[in-house]
T-cell receptor, first 112, second 114 residues
Framework: GEDVEQSLFLSVREGDSSVINCTYTDSSSTYLYWYKQEPGAGLQLLTY?????DMKQDQRLTVLLNKKDKHLSLRIADTQTGDSAIYFCAGVITGGGNKLTFGTGTQLKVEL | DTEVTQTPKHLVMGMTNKKSLKCEQHMGHRAMYWYKQKAKKPPELMFVYSYEKLSINESVPSRFSPECPNSSLLNLHLHALQPEDSALYLCASSQGHRDTGELFFGEGSRLTVL
């Protein structure tokens, strides 16, 4: 399978919480990242977590890291229509040539 | 100025044309990147320049030729492309190259090859 996997699609109602998940094979990355891509635009760094942390909160965003299970998640509280986008997790994967590897991407659709 | 600017935003070219994509940043970043992105897929790394020297070339076909004239500019020269090269081409920059995932992306150049 892919080095970094995400579920393809997530649909939530406005005001609910969204949880986007990411699993990776093995990471040598000091940090793990979440990027957001709105339609027709480039990627925007949303947040990141240091690899020896379990959790990081940044306003509506909460990042959880479970190194034992190689699992990263992004929780968006009070999801808004402006949060509709594709979300990519990313990290430097062991044996990946010291370059950033992006996950497969999760398309988040926020419905009214 | 925290922007990466790419031109043109859209480009349509035939398989025999020669064209160039341009990228500019004024954040003092010393690493610049070209990515290719197909619809609904993650970006795929093509080239990395670090301190104006090509440091990573991901076995990209020679019909794509990168150039870094100075620390603020990055070009991608295109020649004899194929229809499957149609994609969004993203430029990015970062302060350094080693073990950093803090990339600043441009809006991309959408390329269509007829």
């Amino acid at each position: 399978g892919e080095d970094v996997e995400q579920s393809l699609f997530l649909s939530v109602r406005e005001g609910d919480s969204s949880v986007i998940n990411c699993t990776y094979t093995d990471s040598s990355s000091t940090y793990l990242y979440w990027y957001k891509q709105e339609p027709g635009a480039g990627l925007q760094l949303l947040t990141y977590i240091f690899s020896n942390m379990d959790m990081k909160q940044d306003q509506r965003l909460t990042v959880l890291l479970n190194k034992k299970d190689k699992h990263l998640s992004l929780r968006i509280a009070d999801t808004q229509t402006g949060d509709s986008a594709i979300y990519f997790c990313a990290g430097v994967i062991t044996g990946g040539g010291n370059k950033l590897t992006f996950g497969t991407g999760t398309q988040l659709k926020v419905e009214l | 100025d925290t922007e990466v600017t790419q031109t043109p935003k859209h480009l349509v070219m035939g398989m025999t044309n020669k064209k160039s994509l341009k990228c500019e940043q004024h954040m003092g970043h010393r690493a610049m990147y070209w990515y290719k992105q197909k619809a609904k897929k993650p970006p795929e790394l093509m080239f990395v320049y670090s301190y104006e020297k090509l440091s990573i070339n991901e076995s990209v076909p020679s019909r794509f030729s990168p150039e870094c004239p100075n620390s603020s500019l990055l070009n991608l020269h295109l020649h004899a492309l194929q229809p499957e090269d149609s994609a969004l081409y993203l430029c990015a920059s970062s302060q350094g190259h080693r073990d950093t995932g803090e990339l600043f992306f441009g809006e991309g150049s959408r390329l269509t090859v007829l």
